[in-house]
């Protein structure tokens, strides 16, 4: 069933796990992801990124999503992740997201906090919750690069989340977007700090390729959801891959489009389970 982020922030948080947060492109995408989570009895977000939006249509994702999510037996948030403009919250809310992202983390601390508060004003009587970003993550996403990360501060992230009454806190504390070149180190000492700070939930992105043993300390910090997209790309094109070198006379996308949407659906499952969230549904 299609649920507000909110239900979902507040269950993990209480729970003391995290729920993964899977960026969708496509139908196939959209089912591993749903079948994975129903499989694990787990919540789950969908999201919509920039990239995804742009290659899809935003009319197109949303419905496909949304039909995906209502018919789920599980709770199914749908995401847009990071949010560029007020316009596009409310395209958004009126196309049936029940979460956003505003990131404002170009932005001076001030601008930020404005455009979080003005989101947060419209989508909260909606029922939608609201993401909102405070330090840069590093890394390339869609071909948005953030060439210098800037770590979240923890003084400012208590400001922050005073004023602008969010419902998550997505943190830069070492994890970039994108493939990592080397292992990522994050800073746990901040998270923790963070987290006392804020006592919100937390979301980590550009999780893909970020250890296991990485994972299992920071959820325990206050992480409430995980941002994967890479991993699953990597997974879908590994297995088409696959498909074209064993097969090079095979001409029916299905049989492409199929062996990607299983790779997918592996993928998703251990997620789940890594971040504590399946058996939560
Ligand atoms: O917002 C989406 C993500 O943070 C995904 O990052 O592609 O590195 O997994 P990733
Ligand atoms: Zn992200």
Same mark, same amino acid.
């Given at each position: 069933m299609l649920v507000s982020g909110k239900e979902l922030f507040q269950a993990a948080k209480q729970g003391g796990y995290a729920v993964g947060a899977f960026n969708v492109n496509n139908m196939e995408i959209i089912q591993a992801i749903i079948e994975a989570a129903e499989e694990e009895n787990s919540p789950v977000f969908l999201q919509a990124s920039q990239g995804g939006i742009k290659y899809a249509g935003l009319e197109y994702i949303a419905a496909l999503a949304k039909t995906a999510a209502e018919q789920a037996k599980v709770p199914v948030a749908l995401n847009l992740d990071h949010g560029t403009s007020f316009a596009?919250? !409310?395209?958004?809310?009126?196309?049936?997201? $029940?979460a956003v992202m505003i990131d404002? $983390?170009?932005? $001076?601390?001030e601008d930020n906090i404005a455009i979080t508060q003005k989101v947060?004003?419209? !989508?909260a009587p909606c029922g939608v919750s609201v993401e909102a970003e405070l330090g840069k993550i590093g890394g390339t996403e869609d071909d948005i690069s953030v060439a210098e990360a800037v770590f979240t501060d923890p003084?400012? =992230?208590a400001?922050?989340?005073? %004023?602008? +009454?969010?419902?998550? *806190?997505? #943190?830069?504390?070492?994890? =970039?977007?994108? &493939?990592? +070149?080397?292992e990522p180190k994050l800073d746990f !000492?901040? *998270?923790?700090?963070?987290?006392? !700070?804020?006592?919100?939930?937390?979301? *980590?992105?550009g999780a893909s390729? #970020?250890?296991?043993e990485a994972i299992r300390k920071a959820v325990p910090l206050g992480i409430c959801k995980i941002n994967i997209d890479t991993e699953l790309r990597q997974a879908f094109t590994k297995a088409v891959q696959e498909v074209v070198h064993t097969k090079p006379q095979e001409f029916d996308p299905r049989k492409l489009l199929?062996?990607? %949407?299983?790779?997918? +659906?592996? &993928? &998703?499952?251990? +997620? *789940?389970?890594?971040?504590?969230? =399946?058996?939560? =549904?």
């Open positions: 596009q919250v !409310a395209k958004c809310i009126r196309a049936g997201f $029940s404002g $983390s170009q932005l $001076s601390f947060v004003d419209m !989508a003084d400012e =992230a400001e922050f989340v005073e %004023r602008t +009454k969010i419902d998550a *806190l997505a #943190v830069a504390i070492g994890t =970039a977007h994108g &493939v990592y +070149k080397g !000492a901040r *998270l923790e700090q963070i987290r006392n !700070a804020t006592n919100i939930p937390l979301v *980590l992105h390729g #970020v250890p296991e199929g062996p990607a %949407r299983e790779a997918m +659906k592996e &993928v &998703v499952k251990a +997620k *789940l389970r890594l971040f504590g969230c =399946a058996g939560r =549904a």
